[in-house]
């Protein structure tokens, strides 16, 4: 402990260890990737259905 500023207190000491966002934005820009790739999933999903009953009605 250094005498030149006396006893830290524990509510403080507990800030040093508190996690910080070093690159701020990032956790929003993985959510909007995520969100964009989600989405295009699902587009894909729906372009898949359809052609497949397109070719469903085509065969019958």
Do not use: C, H, T
């Amino acid at each position: 402990m250094s005498s030149n500023f006396g006893k830290m207190p524990i509510s403080q000491r507990a800030k040093q260890f508190m996690p910080f966002a070093s690159l701020k934005g990032l956790d929003e820009a993985y959510r909007q990737k995520e969100w964009e790739i989600e989405s295009r999933q699902k587009l894909k999903d729906k372009v898949w259905k359809i052609d497949s009953a397109e070719s469903q009605e085509n065969e019958s």
